[in-house]
């Protein structure tokens, strides 16, 4: 069972350099500015402010660990905010290519994408960027709660279609308000994390 109490903030790279050793399983957290990873995060970990929240987008300029007892969750930071200047977004590709290129024991990329909203180009880059590189990965749609049932309906028809392309992907409806997809995502992570079949 894993232990979501024993969570603790590890550390924060902002360079490739400052990155740690991958020791354990890392489940990465991948989505646009605002699409609510750290709010993500506090849910499944049952805690209100482990990883901080804003409502400014790009917020997270760093990869952000946060480690368990018998796993890291990786929190990258938010792709797509139109007013990070060029180097700034250079530096961010550049991050997040280094970590997936690094010698990692990565079980599962989570990858979040507004439920509300049509994938951005960001978006379909990233999930092109993980399928190319054979990662692991899921999609959550997240802020499902912000959608009446009719909106909803027509979203979750609407998304089968846009993201068509991505054949047997598995996706996870999700809400950091009422908690909705939390405990399946938590059974998933923990399900890879004590699969040894991946251990390299």
Request: glycine share 6%; hydrophobic share 40%.
């Amino acid at each position: 069972m894993l232990n979501v109490h024993s969570a603790v903030f590890e550390a924060a790279a902002g360079l490739s350099s400052q990155l740690p050793e991958s020791t354990m399983p890392e489940i990465a957290i991948s989505g646009h500015s605002n699409v609510g990873k750290s709010s993500l995060i506090n849910r499944i970990l049952g805690r209100k402010a482990l990883a901080r929240t804003s409502a400014t987008p790009g917020k997270t300029a760093t990869i952000n660990f946060y480690k368990l007892d018998t796993l890291r969750l990786v929190d990258l930071p938010g792709y797509g905010y139109a007013k990070v200047s060029q180097a700034e977004k250079k530096r961010w590709s550049d991050l997040i290519g280094e970590y997936f290129a690094g010698d990692r024991d990565m079980r599962l990329v989570i990858q979040l994408i507004d439920m509300r909203h049509k994938p951005t180009k960001d978006d379909y880059m990233m999930l092109d960027y993980l399928v190319d590189n054979e990662l692991p990965f899921l999609v959550v749609f997240t802020k499902a709660d912000k959608l009446k049932k009719g909106e909803r309906l027509r979203r979750e028809q609407e998304l089968a279609a846009e993201l068509a392309d991505y054949e047997g992907m598995l996706t996870i409806p999700f809400s950091a308000e009422n908690g909705e997809g939390a405990a399946e995502l938590l059974q998933i992570i923990e399900e890879v994390c004590n699969d040894d079949v991946n251990e390299v």
